[in-house]
């Protein structure tokens, strides 16, 4: 009987220590409580257990890969590549052309601008943002945009604001560019050639 009444303190002792370890970890007796269902919805729940470990860090989850960043658009490089397939523009601005002779830089200028300007007047209504020509003077009115003005100079105060026209801007009105083919890499400015013989 002793034995029993032995154990019995020796269970009630146990119990206060966890009680007492639970509390000082959980914060309060309802911690305890709050805790312990946790623990039996995931041990019920596998997608709530998976959650669970994931917030906690549980050891048996896979690290978390953070997702990967989506590709950029391709489709602002329409205009260039449509540049390169009707004017080259891409070529002639990558080639080296320091050993070239002037005169043969001049012709090749005088052609990729005819064919590139032909290209954009074709694709794309290209206004100016300010009317009025270099050196006109004008006023930036209260309210501007500041993405398609830029004041600059001796700014101070608030607007508006007189001065000269360093450059009218250009805008551009409407942009007439087919979409390319499902699944084309827009940043493919122009595919490789090969030629098989």
């Known amino acids: 009987m002793?034995?029993?009444?032995?154990?019995?303190?020796?269970?009630?002792?146990?119990?206060?220590l966890m009680l007492g370890i639970g509390i000082s970890r959980a914060g309060s007796l309802g911690g305890v409580f709050q805790g312990l269902t946790i623990a039996g919805r995931a041990k019920q729940d596998p997608t709530f257990s998976k959650k669970l470990l994931a917030i906690v860090g549980g050891a048996e989850l896979k690290p978390v890969e953070p997702p990967k960043p989506p590709k950029p658009s391709g489709a602002p490089l329409r205009m260039l590549a449509l540049l390169q397939a009707e004017a080259?523009?891409?070529?002639?601005?990558?080639?080296?052309?320091?050993?070239?002779?002037?005169?043969?830089?001049?012709?090749?200028?005088?052609?990729?601008?005819?064919?590139a300007q032909a290209a954009l007047k074709q694709h794309a209504t290209i206004v100016p943002v300010l009317t009025g020509n270099e050196g006109d003077n004008t006023t930036v009115p209260k309210g501007f945009d500041p993405s398609a003005v830029r004041v600059i100079g001796n700014v101070t105060g608030e607007p508006p604001f007189t001065g000269q026209i360093n450059h009218p801007g250009w805008r551009v009105k409407e942009l007439k560019l087919a979409t390319p083919p499902e699944?084309?890499?827009?940043?493919?400015?122009?595919p490789a050639e090969v030629q098989i013989a």
């Not at 699944?183 to 122009?190: M, R």
Request: hydrophobic share 50%; glycine share 8%.
């Open 183 to 190: 699944g084309a890499d827009e940043f493919v400015l122009q």
């Open 2 to 16: 002793e034995y029993l009444i032995g154990a019995l303190i020796g269970v009630i002792v146990t119990l206060i």
């Open 88 to 115: 080259r523009l891409v070529d002639f601005l990558m080639e080296d052309i320091h050993s070239l002779p002037d005169d043969q830089i001049g012709q090749a200028v005088r052609e990729v601008h005819k064919k």
